[in-house]
């Protein structure tokens, strides 16, 4: 299936049976919109390799949005997760849905850190918001813009989803082998969830771990773990990486100097935003702007 207009397209791959990929690329200035049915079978991985997406279950009672860079994974056994999608402008996302029977194939010796494959787990529902491995990313962009023979491109394709897969799932040589998401229930999630959004919207002064633990009502240690295995990072390590990149983006709307930006996402001292800047990029925010310029 193939939906194109002159700024957006819609396309889906039919890998195998119990295996598709999505692409989905939005140009334009309005939100396109998605519908699909999937059954309680499948795992649905969606990376949003720019701008944004929002996907609704249940009637609209559930909401998830997929950030810039940011990638989720959604099963449930005990119900269907049929995709309700906003694709929002200026946007590229890729999904893979893929049979938990097929991806028990690919994965049957990995089964022991990936805990939804393990036996005690395989019908319980799993939810999973991370940030894309700069590794996943690249393979991300090969499949957006593959340009091989029509003969092979499903092959092409497949075998890059494999690499995706791999990537995606590979442990850190710095993990100890205790994730598991299973340590935290529904009810912990949302108020996981209620805490990304607080420090998000209080990002120039964010409150302390335990101010932030006392506002979502859950205790010290359920928010330290619970946060680090929802969105693979602390608390203040994602907040940093969520202001460099709004910061990034402020920088490209050319419609704010440097002091102003760093005002904007809570540095009270330019020098502060430029060393922060140049941390997380490599360059400072005013080289950034005219790189952008030469382009």
Do not use: W
């Not at 949005?65 to 959604?74: A, E, P, R, T, W």
């Not at 506002?215 to 946060?227: A, D, P, Q, V, Y």
């Not at 100097?257 to 005002?263: A, D, K, Q, T, Y």
């Amino acid at each position: 299936m193939q939906k194109n207009n002159a700024e957006s397209t819609i396309n889906e791959v039919n890998l195998e049976k119990g295996f598709f990929l999505l692409e989905f690329i939005n140009n334009s200035n309005e939100t396109q919109r998605f519908e699909r049915d999937i059954d309680s079978t499948f795992i649905q991985l969606h990376f949003c390799i720019k701008g944004n997406s929002k996907f609704h279950f249940n009637n609209g009672n559930y909401v998830f949005d997929v950030l810039d860079q940011h990638s989720i994974l959604l099963y449930n056994p005990q119900q269907k997760l049929p995709i309700n999608l906003e694709i929002r402008p200026k946007t590229s996302l890729v999904s893979i849905l893929i049979s938990i029977e097929k991806f028990h194939s690919l994965f049957s010796n990995e089964a022991s850190y990936i805990p939804f494959l393990s036996e005690e787990n395989k019908n319980r529902k799993y939810y999973d918001d991370t940030i894309i491995k700069p590794t996943v990313l690249f393979v991300l962009q090969q499949i957006i813009n593959a340009n091989v023979n029509s003969s092979i491109k499903n092959l092409y394709i497949k075998g890059k989803i494999y690499e995706l897969l791999s990537l995606h799932f590979q442990q850190g040589e710095a993990s100890t082998g205790e994730y598991c998401p299973f340590l935290v229930d529904e009810r912990d999630v949302q108020k996981i969830r209620m805490a990304k959004d607080i420090i998000i919207s209080k990002m120039t002064e964010p409150p302390t771990l335990q101010e932030l633990s006392n506002e979502i009502g859950l205790n010290l240690k359920k928010l330290k773990e619970g946060f680090k295995q929802i969105y693979g990072d602390t608390v203040y390590s994602f907040l940093f990486d969520y202001k460099m990149e709004h910061a990034r983006k402020l920088l490209e709307s050319n419609q704010h100097n440097v002091n102003e930006v760093g005002l904007k996402i809570g540095y009270s001292t330019s020098s502060h935003f430029i060393a922060a800047f140049k941390k997380k990029f490599g360059t400072t925010p005013k080289q950034y702007v005219l790189s952008l310029n030469t382009q």
